[in-house]
């Protein structure tokens, strides 16, 4: 079975814990206590071949900002999360894009974009055309989610792990291989 290091990256409050424990338990947490980083593993089939998730949900405030190079370091593919309803939160994904990025060493990296709270629609301030254009932009597929409805969360895990395979299979094409060794 394949394993994947999926890190979840994106500013305080934008809902990285509520998707990330949606996505392993089935619960929605209503408490909000900032993580400084917790670690989750869970097994799922993508496209019919099982997998093992480990999921490294980190700290969006700034105090532990200096950590993500680390946890850029050893992820093989990126959650890159902003809330929906805060403007600000989908600015500040672009520099993290380009942490990533600088941390990777290529802008050949699985990243997938996510809009959370799509069920807070009256609140919403950053329009789905703005997330589906900057994931264009970024050549990086996109999708909205509720963490409290689960709506798509399953999608996005699901999503990451088809990104890492794509990734590392343009990458051994560029490289000539012809071969994967499982």
């Known amino acids: 079975m394949r394993e994947f290091k999926v890190v979840v990256l994106g500013s305080g409050g934008v809902g990285k814990s509520a998707l990330t424990v949606q996505f392993v338990s089935n619960k929605f947490m209503e408490k909000y206590d900032p993580t400084i980083e917790d670690f989750y593993r869970k097994e799922i089939a993508v496209d019919g071949q099982p997998c093992m998730l480990e999921i490294l949900d980190t700290a969006g405030t700034e105090q532990f900002a200096s950590m993500r190079d680390l946890y850029i370091k050893n992820g093989q593919g990126f959650v890159v999360v902003y809330s929906i309803t805060n403007q600000q939160t ?19 990296v699985p990243i997938l974009l996510v809009g959370n709270k ?65």
């Open 90 to 108: 989908f600015h500040d994904i672009r520099t993290m894009r380009e942490q990533i990025i600088r941390v990777k060493g290529t802008d050949q």
């Open 118 to 182: 799509s069920d807070l629609v009256s609140q919403r301030q950053v329009r789905t055309e703005e997330g589906s254009q900057l994931a264009e932009f970024w050549g990086s597929p996109f999708a909205e989610c509720s963490a409290k409805s689960a709506h798509n969360v399953n999608t996005v895990f699901a999503e990451i792990v088809r990104e890492i395979n794509y990734v590392q299979n343009s990458r051994a094409k560029q490289q000539g291989g012809c071969c994967t060794i499982l």
